[in-house]
């Protein structure tokens, strides 16, 4: 199941969410073109760039936390973050402001990487830890919060029967969170244990999912209060 819009309309161009859906592209597509598609290549700019669990813990390259946010691994990874900031992301930067907005996104693709980290198992802290998905379920984790009601277009695939279906925000995001919950533990009580085992980290998922939920209040809040004082402080100029 996957969502293809929302009838939700933004009230404002998000340009925030258009530059990072761009950005994100770029950056792939220089990693598997500009690199030439080499395995050698490919690691060497993911040594520099990919976030590494067992650095992170030295206290080494920790720029990684911020630029692993933009590579990802493949064109299904990179389609399906991207859909997703596509499809949650404008309500977002309309309602908290491009800067919020934008800083609200890293805050919470920085606590999906704490949380991924955290929860590591040793046999993989040496593994590559890279995409958006953390910092897109932070948007997610907002926009169930602020528009649970909203009704959001979904593609819903069973075997090869492909059937379109328009569902509410709060089943559709809350069956993914779901998902990831179960699939994160689903991992801890595995023979070899670890946080990313498959190749997806369940709990950058979570992480992100609740750091947003959490995040959007006070950060909405503030940006009522600063409308306010603007309306004050124009009242007094008069």
Same mark, same amino acid.
Do not use: H, K, V
């Given at each position: 199941m996957f969502p293809i819009r929302d009838h939700n309309p933004s009230s404002r161009l998000p340009v925030v969410t258009y530059g990072l859906i761009a950005i994100n592209v770029a950056v792939f597509l220089y990693t598997f073109f500009v690199a030439n598609g080499s395995i050698e290549s490919i690691e060497a700019f993911y040594e520099q760039w990919a976030l590494r669990p067992d650095e992170i813990l030295a206290g080494e390259d920790r720029h990684t936390l911020l630029t692993s946010m933009f590579l990802h691994g493949g064109w299904m990874h990179l389609i399906g973050n991207m859909l997703f900031l596509y499809v949650f992301g404008d309500n977002l930067e309309s309602r908290l402001g491009h800067v919020r907005y934008l800083l609200y996104y890293l805050a919470a693709g920085l606590a999906a990487s704490a949380l991924q980290i955290s929860l590591t198992s040793d046999a993989?802290? @040496?593994?590559?830890?890279? #995409?958006? @998905? #953390?910092?897109v379920a932070g948007v997610m984790g907002g926009y169930i919060v602020l528009y649970p009601k909203a009704k959001v277009d979904v593609m819903v695939i069973l075997f090869i029967i492909m059937r379109r279906m328009v569902m509410p925000a709060w089943v559709v995001l809350g069956l993914w969170f779901g998902l990831q919950l179960f699939s994160g533990f689903g991992e801890m009580l595995t023979v070899d244990g670890g946080a990313s085992q498959g190749g997806v980290a369940f709990w950058a998922h979570v992480g992100g999912f609740i750091a947003g939920a959490v995040l959007v209040i006070p950060l909405l809040f503030k940006r009522s209060a600063d409308r306010n004082n603007d309306f004050t402080n124009s009242a007094i100029d008069l």
């Open positions: 993989e802290l @040496s593994i590559f830890n890279l #995409g958006a @998905s #953390g910092a």
